[in-house]
C-alpha cells in the first residue's frame, strides 16, 4: 500500500523484536518514557481523546470519552486488557501481542497511567497458549527492567499487571463478562448501571479496553493526536488492522488506515491476493462473524466504522474478515453461524438463551436438507426479537448473533430457497416426524460427569 | 414519594423501589420471574419489559424510547412516564412466553405446580395459543436435589430465583448454575445436597413447577387446596404462614408476607412441624374420671360439672387453693377466657404461665451474617405464645405466680385445684414436677393433646386442639400481636378450646376471637387491633 | 406414581475421603492470591493448574480448591462448567482440539474432524482407551488465517490436511512448543518430569 508505513506491525518480522532489548532499540517504551515523566494523566485523556481513537474490540467506542467516565474522587483503579478475542474470524490481537508483545505492555502502561490505574490484568483467552509464554516472558522482562512494579520510572507510579487466562467462553469479551471471570465466576454480563467505570472488577471503578486499542496509544503519544486523527476517513481515525480467512491466496493480518474496502482487502497485491483455486467470492462476512454479511455485489464497502452501516451491518466488528467462496453451501454457513451463538450464548436471558439454541436446531435442519421456507421466516423473526440494542438482553450477544443470521437468511434467501425446493417431496416431513417423539441430544459443552445413579421419588 | 405515569394513569409509589414493583403495588399485572422483592435484581428473564419515555436528544422533548427497558431494573423517579399497554410490550411478552415452551416438557397433567404455576398464568394471560416447534425437545435428567427437594430441570425458567436465595437469604449457597446457553441446568455440588433450614422457600419462590416438595409430590391438585391465614407455631418469631388444606386435611403449609416479621420466607421446622397433628392417638373428648374409670362425657354437660367440681373445692379449701398453669402454646383468647372463668368461681386463684422450653440456640441467616444484617431468625422458644400468655395474666391482675410456686403449694396442699393446660407436642412434657404435685390433687384438670402421665391422672380431660384447629391470637418475642385463622376442623368429637372456654365462661353461641379480643381490650389495651400483615400486591409473587 | 431422579446426595465418585491436592499445589495456587483483591478471584487460575496438575477437575478436586479460597463447592462446579476449557472426567494424555468455527469450516475442517476421528477411532468428547489422546471440537481458536487448525494440547497447527493427519497424530513432538514456556499456569512437575499432582 502505498504511502502509508505500518503502525503497528511496524516491527513484524524484526529478529529478537520479543525481547526488550530489541524492542527498545526499535524505539519500543519510548513513548510510555514520555507520558510518564512529561505528561499528566489527564493531558494524555485529552490527547487520546483528540486523536479520535476509537475501540477496535467491536463496538467503536471513543475510548478517551471511556476514560473520562471515571470518577473524579477514585482511589483504586482497575485495568482490564481485553484478550478474549473470539469472534470467528479475528486474530489480529494475537497477532499484534506474537509479533510484538512489547508494543502491547508498553500501550497497557500509558493506558493505566492516563486512567491512574494500580492494577491491570491481561484477560487472554485460553487457547492462545504459545501467545501466553510470549507474552509472560515479555511482561516478566518488562518487570525486571522497572516497567512494571512500585515506582516506575522514578516517578512514583505504581502499576502490577498480570495475564489472567480465560478458559474458554466467548462473552467474556463482553466487559462486564469479562470482569465477572476475572474475579473467577461464570462470565456472566452484569446489568447496567452501574457501569464498570463506576463499579467493575472487585467493586473498583474499572476501565476494559482491547488489545489493538492500547496497541495505538503509544504512537499517538509519540507522534500526537493530530498526526493520528489525519489516518483513516472521518470519524474512523487511525491506522486499522484487518484481517481474512478462508479461501483467499492470502490469508493474514494486515495493517492499513481506517477505510479500506472489502474489495480491496480481498483482492489487493498487499493484502489477500484474490481467491484461491479459482473461486470467486460468494459473500464475505467483513468484521468477525458478528456484524453480518455482505454479497460478492457489496464488496466496495469501506471497512470503516460508518460506512459498514450502509450495508446494514451491526458495525465494523473487528474488521476480520471471513471471506466466502462460490463453492460454500449457505445452508451449512447458516447453520454454522447459527451453532457457534447457540454454544456460547451465556444463559441468563431468555430471548437469547433459547432464541439461540432454537435457531442453531432450525439450522441445522436446513443444513442437513429437510429446511421448510416457513423456517427462515421463522428465523427472521427470531432475529429480529433478541439483542440489546432492542433491548431484550443484558448484552450485546444476541445482537450479533442477530445480525449475521438475519442477513444470511435475508441476503441469500434466493439460494437457500433454492435448495430447499430441491429437497425431496416429503423428505422434511419424514424428518420432522422421526426424531419428534426423540429428544435433542445436548451438545456437549466439556466432558460430562461420570454415569448418573437413579432413585425413585418420592421413595 | 415520588409520582409516575403507567399507561397513563398516575402511581404515587413509595421511593427507593422499581418501577416493577411500583407496577405491582398499583394492581398492573406485569408479567416477571426473576425478579423478586426479597432478591436481588437480575434482570435476565425479560418479561417485565416496557417501554419508557426519554428526552430526545436533539429537542429534550419527552419521546417514548425505541428501546425496551426492564421496569425491575428502573428505579421510580418524580415524573417518569411508562407503559406497558403498548404491542411492542405485549409482543415481547408473547415472544418470550413461546420461548420458555420451546423446550419444556408441557406435562401440566402430572405436574404439581399445575393451577397455581406462573408459566401456565402468563401463557394464558400473554402468551399465544399454537406451538412453532416442529424440532425435538431437550431433555434433562430429573434430579434429587436434597432430602425434601426434587429438581425438574426441564420445567425450569432459568430465573434463578433459587440460586439467589441459597446465595442472598440463607447463605448456605447449596444451589448453583452448571453449563451455559442453553444447556444451563441449575444443580448442587453432589453430597452437598439443598438441606438447610430455609431450604422449602426455593419451592415457593419457584415461579414453575421445577422445583418440588418430596411431602407435596402428588399428595393434592393446587385447585383444590383452600388456603387458612395463620401464624407459625414453631417459635417465637411469628411467622405468618398459610395453610392449604382440603376436606380438613392439612396438605402443606407456606410463608405469607409480613414485612419486618418474617417476609417472604418460613423455616423449614415450621413448616414441616405440624405432623403431629395427625397423631392417631389425639385426645378428642372430654373425659371425667371417677374411682379410678374414665369415662366420656357429652360437651354439653360438661360446663355445669366443671363448675360444681370447682366450686366444690373453693367452697372447702377458699378461694387460693384454686390454680391453674397457662400454657403457651395457648392463644390470648383461649388464655384469657380461661382465666376469668376461673377467676370467677376463685377470685383469688393464682395463675402461672407453663414451662417455657429451649430449643438450640438462635439460628441466624444469612449464615455468618454479621449481627444487624440478619434477613430470618429460628429462635431457640419453640412456643408460639409465651409473651400473649404472661400478658393476658398480667392483664388479668390477681396473683401471678411462677411454675415452681404452684407446683410447691399444691405439693404443700395449699392448692387443691389446679388447671393445667398441655398441648406441647413434645416427649419431655410434663416433667416430674409437675406429676409429683398432680398426685396430691382433689381436682385436677388437664387440656393436653397427646395422652401421658399427666393425662391419665387428670379428673377432667379436656382436648387441646392443634392451633390449625383453632383460632386466636398470638404474641410473638417482639411483642406483635396477630391473629390465625382456623383452617382445619379438629378431629370429630373435639371442640376448639376456644368453644368449650367460652361455653364454660357461660357464653351463648360460636366463639370468635374477635370478640374476645374486643372484651379483652377493657384490661388489655390494644387487642382490638392486632397485627395483621399487609395483603401481598395480587400479581406480585 | 414416582420418578427416577439422579442421585445429587451423595458425593460423585471421584470425591474420595482424602485430599488429592498436594502440598505443592496448594502452594501454587496461594502464590495467585496476592494478584487480587479478592481470593476466589484466583479460581481460574486455580482450575488451570489442577486441570495440568491432576489431569481434570474431579469433583474432590473442586472440593480442595473450595477449601482453599473459602468458597461453596457448588461455587466451583458453578465457574468450572460454564467454562468449555476444564475436564470433569479424567481425558487422554494429549488433547486434540479441532476448530469447527467458520473460517475452518470453509477451508476443509470436517475433513479434518472426520480424519481425526478416524485415525483415533473415536468421537468427540471421547478418549483412546489407552489414554493416549482425546478429541474435541471448539469454536473459533483465533487461528483463521492458518484455517483448518488443530490444536494438540499447546501447539497449534495450521493449515491441517486431511492426509496431514496420521503423520501429524503419530509424530511425539506433536504438542511441543517452539517458544520458551512460563510455567506461571503449569501444575506441579517432579524431578522426573511426572506430575505431581495427587497428594
Known sequence: MSGFEPVLLRNVGVEGVRTLKVSESRGGWAAARKALTTMTPDEIVEEVRRSGLRGRGGAGFPTGVKWSFLPKDRKHTVLCVNFDESEPGTFNNRYLAEHDPHLVLEGILIAAYATRADLAYIYLRAEYHELFHILQRALDEAYAAGWFGADILGTGYRLECHIHRGAGAYVCGEETGLIESLEGKRGWPRIKPPYPAVRGAFGRPTVVNNVETLACLPAIIERGAEWFASIGTPGSTGPKLYTVSGPVNRPGCFEAPLGLTVRELIEGDDFAGGMAGGRKVKAVIPGGLSVGILTADELDCRLDFTDVLNYGLLGLGTAGAIVIGDDADMRKVLANTARFYAHESCGQCTHCREGTGWMARIAERIAAGAGRIADLDLIVELCGRMGMMSGMSICGLPDGAAYPIRLIVEKFRGELEEAIGRQPPGYTERYIRDRIPSVYALPVLQAGAAPARERAVPA | MATIIIDGREIRCRDGINVLQAALEAGFDVPHYCYHPGLSVVASCRLCLMEMKMPDPRTNEPQWSPRLVPSCQTPVRDGLEVR?????????????????????????????????????????????????????????????????????????????????????????????????????????????????????????????????????????????????????????????????????????????????????????????????????????????????????????????????????????????????????????????????????????????????????????????????????????????????????????????????????????????????????????????????????????????????????????????????????????????????????????????????????????????????????????????????????????? | MAWKAIDRITPADDDGDAPVLSEAVREKIRSFFPRYPEKRAALLPALHIVQDAVGYVSHRAMRDIAELLDIPPAQVLDTVTFYSHFWTRPRGRKVVVACRSLSCHLTGAEAVIEAVKRHLGIGEHETTPDGAFSFVTEECLGACEQGPCLLINERLHGRVRPEDVPRLLNDPDNDRLDVPRSDLYDGIRGPTGEMEGRA
Request: glycine share 8%; with cysteine.
Open chain 2, 84 to 541: 406497558f399497554d403498548s404491542e411492542k410490550v405485549r409482543a415481547n411478552q408473547r415472544s418470550v412466553m413461546e420461548y420458555y415452551l420451546v423446550n419444556h416438557p408441557l406435562d401440566c397433567p402430572v405436574c404439581d405446580k399445575a393451577g397455581e404455576c406462573y408459566l401456565q398464568d402468563y401463557s394464558y394471560r400473554f402468551g399465544q395459543a399454537a406451538s412453532r416447534v416442529v424440532d425435538p425437545k431437550h431433555k434433562n435428567p430429573k434430579k434429587d436435589i436434597g432430602p425434601r427437594t426434587l429438581l425438574y430441570q426441564d420445567r425450569c425458567v432459568l430465573c434463578s430465583r433459587c440460586v439467589r436465595f441459597t446465595q442472598e437469604v440463607s447463605g448456605t449457597s447449596e444451589l448453583c448454575l452448571v453449563d451455559r446457553g442453553h444447556r444451563a441446568e441449575i444443580d448442587v455440588f453432589p453430597g452437598r445436597p439443598l438441606d438447610n433450614p430455609l431450604q422449602g422457600n426455593v419451592v415457593d419462590i419457584c415461579p414453575v413447577g421445577s422445583l418440588l416438595d418430596k411431602s407435596f409430590l402428588f399428595k393434592q391438585r393446587v385447585w383444590y387446596l383452600r388456603t387458612a391465614a395463620s401464624i407459625c407455631r414453631g417459635c417465637s418469631t411469628g411467622c405468618a404462614i398459610r395453610v392449604d388444606h382440603h376436606e380438613d386435611r392439612v396438605y402443606r403449609l407456606r410463608p405469607r408476607w409480613n414485612p419486618g416479621v418474617n417476609d417472604w420466607w418460613i423455616c423449614d421446622r415450621g413448616r414441616f412441624g405440624w405432623d403431629f397433628i395427625r397423631a392417631p392417638d389425639r385426645i378428642v373428648s372430654p373425659q371425667i374420671c371417677r374411682g379410678g374409670e374414665a369415662g366420656r362425657v357429652d360437651w354439653s354437660s360438661l360446663p355445669t360439672m366443671i363448675r360444681l367440681r370447682i366450686e366444690q373445692v373453693v367452697r372447702r379449701h377458699g378461694p387460693t387453693s384454686v390454680a391453674a398453669i397457662l400454657s403457651p402454646e395457648m392463644a390470648c383468647e383461649e388464655a384469657w377466657l380461661l382465666g376469668t372463668f376461673l377467676r370467677g368461681l376463685a377470685p383469688g386463684a393464682p395463675l402461672a404461665r407453663g414451662p417455657v422450653f429451649v430449643e438450640g440456640q438462635e439460628e441466624r441467616f444469612p449464615v455468618g451474617c454479621a449481627p444487624g444484617q440478619e434477613r430470618f431468625i429460628i429462635r431457640p422458644e419453640p412456643h408460639p405464645n409465651r409473651r400473649g400468655v404472661e400478658a393476658v395474666i398480667e392483664g388479668l391482675g390477681g396473683e401471678s405466680a411462677d411454675l415452681e410456686e404452684i407446683l410447691g403449694r399444691a405439693a404443700g396442699g395449699a392448692i387443691r385445684a389446679l388447671w393445667v393446660v398441655g398441648g406441647y407436642p413434645r416427649p419431655d412434657w410434663p416433667d416430674q414436677a409437675l406429676l409429683a404435685a398432680a398426685e396430691k390433687l382433689e381436682l385436677l384438670v388437664v387440656q393436653d393433646m397427646l395422652p401421658g402421665a399427666l393425662t391419665r391422672r387428670a379428673h377432667i380431660l379436656l382436648p387441646f386442639c392443634a392451633w390449625l384447629e383453632r383460632e386466636g391470637t398470638f404474641m410473638n418475642h417482639a411483642g406483635l400481636l396477630q391473629p390465625f385463622e382456623q383452617a382445619v376442623q379438629p378431629p370429630e368429637e373435639a371442640l376448639p378450646d376456644g368453644q368449650y372456654l367460652w361455653a364454660l365462661a357461660g357464653h351463648a353461641g360460636l366463639y370468635r376471637a374477635a370478640r374476645v379480643r374486643e372484651m379483652m381490650a377493657a384490661g388489655l389495651p390494644g387487642f382490638d387491633r392486632p397485627h395483621v400483615p399487609p395483603e401481598e400486591p395480587e400479581h406480585a409473587h
